[in-house]
């Protein structure tokens, strides 16, 4: 069974960075996409951050561009976030994503950003 193992995600104020890192394991044998989503109380899920094609191709929320970038490392089935200029809208769970195989889709347990006074 595939597990995504996500962590960096805590407290941090206005304007700081995190970095949320989302490591996979169990019987890969492609990767079709890996992606980072959030959730805020109240509101639906919503997709920050893609990588597909390997990494040759990455696609951002409008609200993200420019502060949030995606990374992966395909040898270590892992995919990082980095998020900068963080503000208080960030505040959500954040879900690592990957679709594998043969287009089965995998979801981490969530990790919680705040971002506050």
């Known amino acids: 069974q595939v597990q995504l193992v996500e962590s960096g995600g805590g407290l941090v104020q206005p304007g700081g960075s995190l970095r949320l890192s989302c490591a996979a394991s169990?019987?890969?044998?492609?990767?079709?996409?890996m992606g980072w989503y959030r959730q805020a109380p109240g509101k639906q899920r919503e997709l920050v951050a893609a990588s597909v094609s390997s990494g040759i191709r990455t696609n951002y929320a409008d609200s993200v561009k420019g502060r949030f970038t995606i990374s992966r490392d395909n040898a270590k089935n892992t995919v990082y976030l980095q998020m900068s200029s963080l503000k208080s809208e960030d505040t959500a769970v954040y879900y690592c994503?990957?679709?594998?195989?043969?287009?089965?889709?995998?979801w981490g347990q969530g990790t919680q950003v705040t971002v506050s006074a």
């Open positions: 994503n990957l679709n594998i195989n043969s287009g089965s889709d995998c």
């Open positions: 169990g019987p890969i044998f492609r990767i079709n996409a």
